[in-house]
């Protein structure tokens, strides 16, 4: 099984357009968060594990400012998140309530998480800018999180922009947006994922030499084999 390590050096190079295909071929459609866009341009692209977080609609009795000092709450779950590890929050597509604010981002960025990614939004943006933590979202709003929302647990399935993302799945991101990849997975993408990039990088070549597509995208036989024989030299 590949190490955190490798997983990461080899996606590093993979672009979330191209995990989508390898995903769709293995018979994964519904891997890439809706709502989770890049908060500002130059974030790269970063790969993790999934530390995942959970709120539920807000309940009067539950959602209230005292809940930040709750033994659950998402204060408790930053100090649990691991280094390295990509947050990965459930709120349900709400868009008018904060989840996180400037002093949780910059307590994150502090402990070495590597990126924020939620299919909601952030609140002090500017001061969320100024932390420097990659975020992913929907964008930002004024009110606090339980005007709209009541946190529930951390390290538990949620279901992301209409995604499935279980702890420690990887997830991948980029200017296109969040992918996850099933942790049990991650070998069979890894190998397929380093194909298909070399793939497309050999058929945008023959693009920009002026080759027509019908044939090349996708490759029929006698551009396969031309491939291979490229392959041969050229691959690393």
């Given at each position: 099984?590949?190490?955190?390590?490798?997983?990461k050096?080899?996606?590093?190079?993979?672009?979330?357009a191209?995990?989508?295909?390898?995903?769709?071929?293995k018979?994964?459609?519904?891997?890439?968060?809706?709502?989770?866009?890049?908060?500002?341009?130059?974030?790269?692209?970063?790969?993790?594990?999934?530390f995942?977080?959970?709120?539920?609609?807000?309940?009067?009795?539950?959602?209230?400012?005292?809940?930040?000092?709750?033994?659950?709450?998402?204060?408790?779950?930053?100090?649990?998140?691991p280094?390295?590890?990509?947050?990965?929050?459930?709120?349900?597509?709400?868009?008018?309530?904060?989840?996180?604010?400037?002093?949780?981002?910059?307590?994150?960025?502090k402990?070495?998480?590597?990126?924020?990614?939620?299919?909601?939004?952030?609140?002090?943006?500017?001061?969320?800018?100024?932390?420097?933590?990659?975020?992913?979202?929907?964008?930002?709003?004024?009110p606090?999180?339980?005007?709209?929302?009541?946190?529930?647990?951390?390290?538990?399935?949620?279901?992301?922009?209409?995604?499935?993302?279980?702890?420690?799945?990887?997830?991948?991101?980029?200017n296109?947006?969040?992918?996850?990849?099933?942790?049990?997975m991650?070998?069979?993408?890894?190998?397929?994922a380093?194909?298909?990039?070399?793939?497309?990088?050999?058929?945008?070549?023959?693009v920009?030499k002026?080759?027509?597509?019908?044939?090349?995208?996708?490759?029929?036989?006698?551009?396969?084999?031309?491939?291979?024989?490229?392959?041969?030299?050229?691959a690393?």
């Amino acid at each position: 099984m590949a190490t955190d390590a490798e997983i990461k050096s080899t996606l590093a190079t993979v672009t979330t357009a191209t995990l989508t295909t390898i995903l769709l071929k293995k018979g994964l459609r519904n891997v890439w968060m809706r709502g989770a866009m890049p908060i500002k341009p130059g974030q790269g692209r970063i790969v993790g594990r999934a530390f995942t977080l959970r709120f539920v609609p807000a309940r009067e009795d539950l959602a209230t400012p005292e809940s930040w000092s709750s033994p659950k709450s998402t204060r408790a779950a930053i100090e649990a998140m691991p280094e390295g590890c990509i947050a990965v929050v459930d709120a349900m597509g709400i868009k008018d309530a904060g989840i996180f604010g400037d002093i949780l981002c910059a307590r994150m960025a502090k402990r070495n998480v590597a990126a924020l990614v939620t299919d909601g939004v952030v609140r002090d943006l500017d001061g969320v800018l100024g932390t420097n933590l990659p975020v992913w979202c929907s964008g930002a709003a004024a009110p606090p999180s339980v005007a709209g929302l009541t946190f529930v647990d951390w390290d538990q399935p949620v279901g992301c922009g209409g995604v499935a993302v279980f702890p420690n799945d990887v997830i991948v991101i980029d200017n296109d947006g969040a992918v996850v990849i099933p942790a049990a997975m991650i070998d069979d993408i890894l190998d397929a994922a380093t194909e298909q990039e070399r793939l497309e990088g050999w058929i945008m070549q023959e693009v920009n030499k002026g080759a027509a597509l019908p044939g090349l995208y996708p490759a029929n036989a006698e551009n396969k084999a031309r491939y291979e024989e490229w392959k041969k030299t050229n691959a690393k």
